[in-house]
């Protein structure tokens, strides 16, 4: 560990040093192209790799991370303002390949592309996997494409709970605790072996009130119905083309064809699902060729045999 701190530190210098040039002649270059060359349409492609965490991890911890750290919530919030003061920047392209946040961070960034949109940007989402935090992420969004291999699983809210009075008492320990009120039903978890009646209430209380706020926006935010978002995931689980058929994505594409999507005046919703980069198909002679002799030989067998058996009847 005592080796690898001073080893990076002299690399990222170095690397820093020979990277130094190039970036000063590519940002040269980018304003000197910008003051003749403008283009209406210009999306910035930014990433989320893990997740949305809401505070910076240290500075030493960052050297020894093999790849970069997300953005925390106050640098995305200065970022989206940044970018909605920038004239020549249509919108970004969002890009999720894992998403580890809790509900109010996912509500609250959501919030954040909503602020932004009002500035005239647009929001394009692009997920690995789309489960319900992405979906409901994509619901600030304008528009919401997968590539064909994107698993889509949308599942409805659920609580899990967990009791172990019983275990406790068998193992001969006590948990001794003193409630001031009725819903005050935190300890119960370490004193019961399964939920009181009013423990149960709160929980469906809080359950049902959140799954009314998430249905209600995922709606808005579609222009969807909630009953029939309801009815989509109590199914659960889709194949992207079965997701575009219920009109939960916008389009089916591969991450190379996106900005071909974003400059299309009229995009289509769906292109085969050929990798741009794979190599070409080879023909294979032998499938063009007629059938073999021993195909025609067998055919010419049971044509015989047929005739046979209806002259015998």
């Not at 970022?79 to 020549?88: E, F, I, P, Q, V």
């Not at 590539?147 to 609580?159: D, K």
């Not at 058929?245 to 999507?261: G, K, V, W």
Request: glycine share 4%.
């Amino acid at each position: 560990m005592f080796i690898r701190f001073p080893v990076l530190l002299l690399w990222n210098l170095l690397r820093n040093l020979v990277r130094f040039p190039f970036v000063l002649l590519q940002a040269i270059l980018q304003v000197v192209f910008g003051l003749f060359v403008k283009d209406k349409k210009q999306y910035i492609r930014l990433e989320i790799r893990k997740g949305l965490p809401y505070w910076e991890r240290s500075s030493i911890l960052q050297w020894f991370q093999s790849e970069p750290s997300d953005l925390t919530m106050d640098q995305w919030r200065d970022l989206l303002k940044k970018l909605g003061t920038k004239k020549n920047i249509e919108g970004m392209v969002l890009e999720i390949r894992e998403l580890h946040a809790g509900w109010p961070v996912l509500d609250e960034f959501r919030t954040m592309l909503l602020a932004y949109r009002e500035q005239g940007k647009r929001v394009v989402l692009y997920p690995h996997q789309l489960t319900t935090a992405e979906y409901y992420l994509a619901t600030g969004a304008d528009k919401l494409l997968i590539s064909p291999a994107t698993p889509v699983m949308l599942n409805s809210p659920a609580f899990q709970s967990f009791f172990f009075g019983a275990i406790l008492k068998e193992v001969g320990v006590s948990f001794d605790v003193q409630r001031m009120g009725a819903h005050k039903n935190a300890p119960e978890n370490m004193t019961r072996a399964f939920p009181s009646p009013t423990y149960r209430g709160d929980l469906y209380e809080l359950l049902f009130g959140f799954t009314q706020h998430m249905f209600t926006e995922m709606a808005k935010g579609r222009d969807d119905d909630p009953d029939r978002l309801r009815q989509i995931f109590a199914w659960g689980v889709f194949s992207p083309e079965e997701a575009l058929q219920h009109e939960l994505i916008d389009a089916i594409r591969f991450s190379e064809r996106l900005i071909e999507y974003l400059k299309a005046e009229e995009p289509d919703t769906f292109v085969y699902p050929e990798h741009p980069q794979a190599p070409p198909k080879e023909e294979n002679p032998e499938e063009n060729s007629g059938p073999s002799t021993s195909s025609t030989e067998l055919r010419e067998s049971e044509t015989a045999e047929t005739a046979d058996s209806e002259a015998a009847e």
